[in-house]
């Protein structure tokens, strides 16, 4: 018979290994996407799809993200999240969370410029607002989820999508 020592320590580390991302991605997930599960992503067909509200907006306009199952995929579940809009690799935008589901990262330098989940129950959709980062010409965001099913399941680049933003300076 084990101590309660024992019992303790391995009830702790059991715990502390099963909830360790259930309130979001680590800010060491930033740059590349990956979650720290010990396993690589799945190679294969992404269920789910990042969709914008609008493809184009000016620098300030604020635009809905939205992830949600692709067709034929309207049941699937998912667990956690992180999107992320970049320009030459480095992040961009700030985004806000509609409700306590998710929350704002800082990568790198910046400050609330990505976005993933605040608890590990199960969705079928997520969305979340960005608002476009200032810019001095028509500019290309690259934005790109990674979305997680369970533990051994997640995809990286799940879904990439562009949106345009052009200066608030410039006429509609």
């Not at 702790?12 to 099963?18: K, P, Q």
């Not at 979650?35 to 294969?44: A, L, N």
């Not at 995809?155 to 052009?166: E, T």
Request: proline content about 5%.
């Amino acid at each position: 018979m084990y101590s309660p020592e024992v019992l303790f320590i391995f009830a702790v580390a059991v715990l502390a290994g099963v909830s360790a991302h259930e309130n979001g991605a680590p800010c060491d997930a930033c740059e590349h996407l990956i979650p720290d599960h010990g396993i690589p992503p799945q190679d294969c067909e992404c269920p789910w799809t990042l969709r914008f509200s609008k493809r184009r907006v000016k620098s300030g306009d604020c635009v809905n993200a939205t992830i949600r199952a692709k067709r034929g995929y309207e049941d699937t579940h998912f667990k956690g999240y992180v999107i992320k809009c970049t320009i030459d690799g480095a992040a961009v935008g700030t985004w806000e969370s509609y409700d306590c589901n998710s929350h704002v990262m800082n990568c790198g330098t910046g400050t609330g410029n990505a976005i993933t989940h605040s608890n590990p129950e199960d969705k079928t959709c997520v969305t979340a607002k960005i608002i476009a980062p200032e810019v001095c010409q028509d500019t290309l965001l690259e934005c790109t989820t990674t979305v997680v099913k369970s533990h051994d399941y997640y995809w990286v680049n799940c879904s990439k999508k562009y949106l345009r933003v052009i200066p608030s300076s410039s006429i509609s």
